[in-house]
């Protein structure tokens, strides 16, 4: 098997080759060490980029260039081929999409560096004319010397909502749950971070894939500007075949680095009731939507704890087979916004998260992933950041249920935020915001 050198030459020879009823070629890497992917990622000079890792680490993906675009995921099903993914997602929804963000994308790519287990490939998505595809492959670097920017250091930080409209929004929230059908509302707060230079992203990616365990990692980059990354611990759902696995992540508390203390930690969320009753929301609504499409709705009796490196979450696994027409495309967006990023019902939930949140959230709890013909998975891209420039925005939510406190849920936020911010400083910056 050729190393990576050899294999981009292989790619256009095998693309030479191709019969005009193929769609897709592989070529096995002999040898490519996991750490150079991201470094070489950000050295490719065609865009749009994609970055995947599945939470049990199984498979990895860099996908660059795009063959096709869709906005919305139902035409997208009708041009798949065997072995093919569809990457992308949709943004949160919103009447007030800052200009220029997508309400969603997906892209069929061009090359793929891809991992499935511990093979390595290189693969590329063919069309009728492929003069496209062979000058995106003669653009990609083989250079992958594992060297990124330092990350700069924190210059301004500042809370949108500030502390004093964030409690006000969360006692507005209770209020309204105790007057209307509202049950659960997620308020987020977006903090940007002003750096004392420009940053792409990457660096933040790689810190993040090596120090947060049990999580999706992603990058989505349309252009050399703007990246948006994340480490999140939420699947959305994951489909194999007529199989469909999704979970309730709800119910939050942080770490300790103090064993015994993190065992209170733990013991405190398996049995705080307003946590729990959070947690129940998602299971219900979750079940209520999968319904029509499922013959049956199997959930775990019992939460189990999620430790990550920061905080420790509730989790319900849920697990259902398909009907055998069920309409896959209808999938991602019966199930996105799930209560656990926007709260229940739906509709008054969202009509809340419009009119008091301060800001668009576009792509933070979203939905990114991937489509096939046997399978597709997404995360909720939560514990995400959006990098621009010299601004790094972070974005973090907090469930308002009965019994919430704006003071907890503020600190709350600031624990979920450190998953990513924690990497650049772990001094506490988040105090400083204007």
């Not at 500030?162 to 209307?180: D, R, Y």
């Not at 009796?301 to 009907?323: D, M, T």
Request: aromatic letters at 8%; one cysteine or more.
């Amino acid at each position: 098997m050729p190393d990576l050198v050899h294999a981009i030459k292989a790619l256009l020879e095998a693309i030479n080759a191709a019969s005009s009823d193929e769609t897709r070629v592989e070529i096995p890497i002999e040898s490519f060490n996991a750490d150079h992917v991201v470094p070489w990622m950000a050295k490719q000079a065609i865009f749009p980029k994609f970055y995947w890792q599945s939470r049990d680490t199984t498979e990895e993906t860099v996908a660059l260039g795009q063959v096709r675009t869709f906005s919305d995921i139902n035409p997208a099903y009708s041009v798949l081929s065997r072995n093919q993914r569809i990457w992308g997602g949709y943004a949160f929804p919103s009447a007030s999409h800052q200009e220029g963000c997508l309400t969603s994308y997906f892209f069929l790519p061009q090359v793929e560096l891809l991992r499935r287990k511990q093979q390595w490939f290189l693969a590329a998505n063919l069309v009728e004319d492929k003069d496209a595809l062979r000058r995106a492959i003669h653009k990609l670097s083989a250079d992958f010397v594992n060297e990124l920017n330092p990350v700069p250091n924190v210059d301004v930080v500042q809370h949108i909502p500030n502390k004093i409209k964030w409690n006000e929004n969360v006692n507005l929230a209770l209020k309204t749950i105790t007057e209307t059908e509202l049950k659960k509302v997620v308020l987020a707060r977006k903090t940007v971070i002003t750096l004392d230079a420009p940053m792409q992203g990457y660096e933040l990616l790689e810190l993040s894939r090596r120090s947060n365990a049990n999580s999706f990692h992603f990058l989505l980059q349309l252009d050399k500007d703007h990246a948006f990354i994340g480490s999140t611990p939420e699947r959305l759902y994951s489909r194999r075949g007529g199989l469909l696995e999704t979970e309730a992540l709800a119910g939050t508390i942080g770490r300790d680095a103090n064993p015994t203390q993190d065992l209170k930690l733990s013991n405190w969320l398996m049995q705080d009731k307003k946590n729990l009753t959070e947690n129940q929301y998602v299971v219900d609504d979750i079940i209520d939507r999968l319904t029509p499409f499922c013959q049956g709705v199997d959930v775990e009796n019992e939460p189990q704890l999620v430790f990550l490196r920061k905080v420790q979450h509730l989790k319900r696994h849920i697990q259902a087979e398909l009907v055998s027409d069920a309409d896959r495309s209808q999938l991602l967006q019966t199930l996105q916004p799930t209560a656990a990023v926007a709260g229940l019902p739906r509709t008054q939930a969202l009509q809340f998260i419009e009119q008091h949140e301060g800001f668009s959230r576009s792509w933070y709890s979203g939905s990114v992933g991937y489509i096939s013909e046997t399978s597709a998975e997404f995360c909720v891209a939560i514990r995400s950041a959006l990098v621009h420039g010299n601004h790094l925005s972070l974005f973090a939510g907090a469930g308002i249920v009965p019994g919430s406190e704006a003071e907890y849920e503020w600190q709350e936020l600031d624990k979920k935020m450190s998953t990513l911010l924690s990497l650049i400083t772990e001094k506490n910056v988040l105090e400083q915001a204007q």
